[in-house]
């Protein structure tokens, strides 16, 4: 197949991208209020039949599986072949930061605006012209390929679910909605918290959610229980910053640190950690403190819980992000992602031998296993080789993340695409943008990834 009539053919697309591309940036597909027949609400279902009517157009045949999911086909065969991306996005406020209006796509000097241009829908739009490109090629197919969208990606996947109970797995799949070149590994997830019973603390609030390491935290403690110069120096030390008020002999601490998302929680600073390490090391006597010293501490590698783990893909995480009290009982979230290689029933096995000690205790709330894709496989080399082919970028290397994708939840698929190395596209954030050659660029590299799918032998 001629490289640049690939290109051509994509580039000749470009308005067409666009347009389809603004259409479904205005639909609001934030997921609302269930209805009769719109599981997600009434946004991710239009979402969903806009894209089905511009594929029906195209040409392709085309079902919606009840507004969860729908697909377009082309090809016969026995085995199939799945482009996976999805439909609906996280709320968008144009209060929120935004300098354009985040339902309104606005190209701007090359780039697009709006929510959704690169999370998910501009790499559907790009599956899309793809589709259109293979088919007027006439190329032949031994497999049958398809374009699935799901509308419930961001609040729980239930869209795939859905999918895979009535249709079933793919042979080789892909979803654009990770990174380039591709991901052929996802950590396992474990979720949890600890609780203890008993503590000297007043009061303790902080962090933003189970996974960002926590950016800040507030405790009441009594004054004059612990050595101030030492907490100062601990937390100091360490890059925190803390601001200590007294009245009525309480201290009001509070330690900020750097936030981070738990998936790579050594760019962070954890404040909880290093708030209790200081009050451990400055003399305060308190099980909560103790609990959380012993089984946490300042790092990131789990060790103290006695599951330090390291495959060659990757290192174990561990990040503990939210922290309240509630009738002088401390709670805490723990977020765990461990090597792509091993099993959630082993890690849990080691979290459970320490998981209690008279002080307090933990407990596992939800456990997932991680993917992994030998990236020796034929379907990780296919998409690798169709990325090297068109962007000629040796440098980037196919990865493992600590995140999670569509990927985890259709057997045989790895996150291929949509972003490209180095660039923040401000996704889940105000102002999120692409460019629009990227845009055609996926599809060029979607068009390469399927037609090197197609040629694997059976
Ligand atoms: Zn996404």
Redesign the pocket.
């Given at each position: 197949m001629n490289n640049n009539e690939i290109k051509e053919r994509v580039e000749s697309y470009r308005e067409e991208l666009l347009n389809r591309l603004g259409k479904l940036v205005s639909i609001n597909s934030e997921e609302g209020k269930a209805k009769e027949g719109m599981p997600f609400g009434e946004g991710p279902a239009k979402a969903l039949n806009t894209a089905l009517d511009m594929l029906k157009e195209d040409g392709f045949e085309v079902k919606n599986l009840d507004n969860y999911a729908g697909y377009a086909q082309m090809g016969t065969g026995k085995k199939l072949i799945g482009v996976i991306g999805?439909l609906d996005v996280v709320p968008a406020d144009k209060n929120d930061g935004w300098n354009t209006e985040p339902y309104e796509m606005v190209e701007k000097d090359g780039n697009v605006y709006g929510r959704g241009v690169a999370?998910?829908k501009g790499a559907v739009v790009a599956s899309m012209i793809a589709f259109k490109v293979l088919k007027d090629m006439n190329v032949p197919m031994n497999k049958r390929v398809r374009l699935i969208m799901g509308t419930n990606?961001?609040t729980g996947s239930k869209c795939l679910e859905h999918y895979v109970k009535v249709e079933g797995h793919v042979d080789y799949g892909f979803t654009p909605?990770g990174d380039f070149p591709e991901i052929y590994g996802e950590k396992g997830i474990i979720h949890g918290h600890y609780t203890c019973q008993n503590t000297n603390l007043i009061a303790i609030e902080g962090g933003a959610a189970k996974n960002i390491v926590p950016g800040k935290v507030t405790a009441k403690v009594k004054s004059n229980t612990y050595n101030m110069d030492t907490l100062k120096n601990v937390i100091e030390e360490n890059g925190c910053g803390l601001v200590v008020t007294s009245e009525n002999g309480v201290d009001t601490l509070v330690v900020t640190g750097k936030p981070a998302h738990a998936s790579l929680p050594e760019l962070g600073i954890n404040a909880i950690s290093f708030l209790f390490e200081g009050l451990k090391e400055a003399g305060f006597v308190d099980p909560v403190t103790d609990f959380y010293c012993d089984h946490f501490g300042t790092g990131t590698d789990g060790d103290k819980l006695g599951i330090k783990l390291e495959d060659k893909y990757g290192k174990l995480t561990l990040n503990c992000g939210v922290i309240s009290m509630k009738d002088g009982v401390v709670e805490g979230t723990i977020d765990i992602r461990f090597p792509v290689t091993m099993h959630v029933e082993d890690v849990c096995k080691l979290i459970d031998k320490n998981a209690k000690d008279e002080n307090g205790e933990i407990a596992i709330d939800v456990k997932s296993e991680p993917l992994f894709v030998d990236p020796e496989s034929p379907l990780a080399k296919s998409l690798y080789n169709a990325y090297k082919d068109v962007t000629n970028d040796t440098v980037n290397k196919p990865m493992t993340i600590g995140g999670g994708t569509y990927a985890k939840e259709i057997n045989n698929t790895i996150a291929f695409g949509c972003a490209f190395p180095g660039t923040d596209y401000k996704?889940h954030d105000a102002n999120e943008w692409v460019p629009v050659n990227e845009l055609l660029l996926q599809a060029e590299i979607y068009v390469h990834g399927i037609l090197n799918l197609l040629a694997i032998e059976d």
């Open positions: 999805h999370d998910d990606e961001e909605d996704i």
